[in-house]
């Protein structure tokens, strides 16, 4: 019998190169039924409306039948898409036809960098940044520039900094409505900055927001797209129906819309019909849809309030940390620069803990003392005990380096 080449040889160059999320690793050891997980981005699915999904979806195959299972229009279905343009949340009109539906906001930065990025093409996105699209944009083989992320926003003066230095990206992705992962929101000064560097520079910038509805506090701000056209705006059912849904669309100017869809129909041919048709049940009944999105903030309000008392209570002074106005996310760092958060989760994961280390969202700056801590899945006890959990690991591995 011939020789046969081991399988490593055959992956492609793309394929040998991509690294797993990092997430989806430590979310392994994470699922342990002792830890506390303050680690997953996953929304709490106590607030998926299970019952009405399981209507809206028996609703759909009775009003349309078979054509809710059958093979459909890769720009989504009509209605829907009708829907979504009504629903941008821009300054501006969006017409239907802007539309695209695809399978989660993860295939629509996908989609973006096949039409937009040849391997080379610069492109600037937030740091720290969102993994999961630094892992869509990567595959493309872009060169990333990445700008710093503060409680601002993305830092549109030190972009601009950049891009009259000569930095010509042709995208711009970002994170603007408390961010992924550092809890952060753009300000309207930084979003309309944005806008004017991408039309003076030519670049165009993903809005990638699916954590808008999620606001407890403060005032909500003017999608990026309300100051100019050079956006492609991504949103999800992900955070405020379900994830398992994977509905989510695009709204881009129209040229880029039509590659979209082109790139897409190679990729999956169309988002399902079925849970598009389900979606569009759930959403068009105005009055059950609005009820539904207020049970979600509180929701989140008390846990991130019990994660903050819990993390004051156990570190005092030890760990700063920032106060989201929305979303799943508090982002801290460590006073003790000696106590590597990566080095931190192996002890946090021993003391029945889990949370991302800051590294794993870095794309230029080093991050070795912050940590992304989840409130989203926890119940308001178990915050408060997980925070103790991390004080005690911190006080273990600072007790080691010193011994
Ligand atoms: C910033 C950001 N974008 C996109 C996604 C993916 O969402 P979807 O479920 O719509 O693919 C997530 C999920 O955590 C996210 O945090």
Do not use: C
């Amino acid at each position: 019998m011939a020789d046969t080449a081991p399988y490593e040889t055959l992956l492609s160059h793309r394929a040998r190169t991509a690294t797993s999320s990092v997430i989806r690793d430590l979310l392994r050891h994470a699922n342990r039924p002792e830890v506390i997980s303050l680690a997953g981005g996953i929304p709490a699915p106590a607030l998926f409306p299970l019952e009405r999904i399981g209507r809206a979806s028996e609703v759909a195959l009775q009003e349309v039948g078979a054509t809710a299972a059958q093979y459909g229009l890769t720009e989504g279905v009509e209605e829907l898409r009708e829907l979504f343009a009504a629903d941008a949340s821009v300054d501006r009109p969006v017409h239907p036809g802007q539309i695209l539906v695809t399978t989660g906001s993860q295939q629509a930065i996908d989609l973006v960098g096949r039409v937009l990025v040849d391997p080379g093409d610069q492109i600037v996105v937030d740091d720290p940044a969102y993994l999961g699209a630094l892992q869509a944009l990567r595959g493309h083989g872009p060169d990333i520039t990445g700008i710093s992320v503060d409680d601002k926003g993305l830092d549109t003066h030190e972009l601009e900094t950049k891009l009259r230095a000569g930095l010509r990206p042709k995208l711009a992705y970002t994170n603007p409505n408390f961010q992924n992962p550092t809890g952060a929101t753009m300000s309207r000064q930084r979003r309309e900055h944005l806008a004017r560097l991408a039309n003076e520079f030519g670049f165009v910038i993903i809005e990638d927001d699916p954590y808008d509805a999620l606001r407890f506090a403060g005032e909500a701000q003017p999608s990026i797209a309300t100051f100019t056209e050079r956006v492609i705006r991504i949103r999800t059912v992900s955070k405020t129906l379900a994830p398992g849904l994977r509905v989510a669309w695009m709204i881009s100017p129209q040229p880029i819309h039509d590659a979209l869809v082109i790139a897409k129909q190679a990729v999956d041919l169309h988002t399902s019909t079925y849970t598009q048709h389900t979606a569009l049940r759930l959403l068009r009944d105005r009055q059950w849809y609005a009820e539904h999105e207020k049970t979600l903030s509180p929701w989140y309000l008390e846990r991130r309030d019990a994660l903050s008392a819990g993390l004051h209570e156990a570190f005092g002074d030890d760990l700063e940390f920032n106060t989201p106005e929305g979303g799943m996310f508090l982002w801290a760092q460590l006073k003790n620069s000696m106590v590597d958060t990566t080095a931190l989760l192996d002890v946090a994961l021993e003391n029945g803990v889990a949370f991302v280390p800051g590294a794993a969202f870095a794309v230029e700056r080093k991050l070795p003392n912050h940590l992304r801590l989840s409130f989203a899945t926890a119940s308001p006890p178990e915050l408060h005990e997980a925070a103790h959990r991390l004080q005690a690991a911190v006080r273990r591995l600072a007790a080691d380096i010193q011994d």
